[in-house]
């Protein structure tokens, strides 16, 4: 089976940095996913890691550790519009994905 | 990146009536789709694995018999959820492929059963 945790909520003001924690346990292995969800929307895709190491992307920043069964996201330069839920998951193989459930990350003036 | 359109974005029906989802891949081929489902404050699950021109293949505990999967082309996948009830009430999403590296989701459509 798939286990994936990662916080359920997390606050940071404007303008701050936030670090968003994933660790997993998984049969198999074949890259990790975060993806960002508004209320009531479809997730959207942010960054993809297969290999150990940190992956930036603008304001947003992915890493990884296999070893670990670790990863985090890093959120940059907050603004109001990332108030949202941060879904950490793991493809196994066959492209399925298996995810946590979600990191609430509220952005404060 | 690639387009993933799902249809109908929400959807209220009686109990004991049937549903139809549609996803699309509008500007790619997917031989295989997944659908998923997500209840409020919870994470997206898996339900099952759409394959083109054969049977899906569905998670432990979801019903084949009252969520039936079609995926008639490369492009198109239906859920139908049969004989609702409101337990059945969720935010239904579908996704799509492109390589290794990246899903691409559909809108989701909100199902609620009164």
């Known amino acids: 089976g798939q286990n994936i945790d990662q916080p359920t909520e997390m606050t940071a003001t404007e303008g701050a940095i936030v670090q968003i924690n994933c660790t997993y346990q998984?049969?198999?292995?074949?890259?990790l996913f975060w993806y960002q969800q508004h209320a009531g929307e479809a997730p959207t895709f942010l960054s993809y890691n297969v290999l150990d190491g940190l992956e930036e992307k603008g304001r947003f920043s992915s890493f990884l550790s296999r070893s670990k069964g670790y990863s985090y996201l890093l959120l940059k330069e907050l603004q109001m519009k990332d108030s949202a839920s941060y879904l950490c998951?793991?493809?196994?193989?066959?492209?399925?994905?298996?995810f946590g459930a979600g990191t609430t990350v509220t952005v404060r003036a | 990146g690639a387009v993933v359109s799902q249809h109908p974005s929400w959807v209220i029906c009686k109990s004991g009536t049937s549903v139809k989802i549609e996803c699309r891949s509008l500007?790619?081929?997917?031989?295989?789709m997944f659908w998923y489902r997500q209840f409020p404050k919870q994470s997206l699950m898996l339900m099952a694995t759409?394959?083109?021109?054969?049977?899906?293949?569905?998670e432990q505990g979801v019903e084949k018999d009252k969520f039936l999967i079609n995926h008639a082309s490369l492009t198109l996948s239906t859920l139908t959820v049969t004989s609702a009830h409101p337990e059945d009430s969720s935010f239904y999403i579908c996704?799509?492929?492109?390589?290794?590296?990246?899903?691409?989701f559909g809108q989701g459509t909100r199902l609620t059963v009164v």
């Open positions: 998951a793991v493809s196994d193989g066959d492209y399925k994905l298996s």
């Open positions: 996704s799509a492929s492109v390589g290794d590296t990246e899903a691409f």
């Open positions: 759409s394959n083109e021109g054969s049977k899906a293949t569905y």
């Open positions: 998984t049969s198999g292995f074949n890259g």
């Open positions: 500007d790619f081929q997917a031989t295989t």
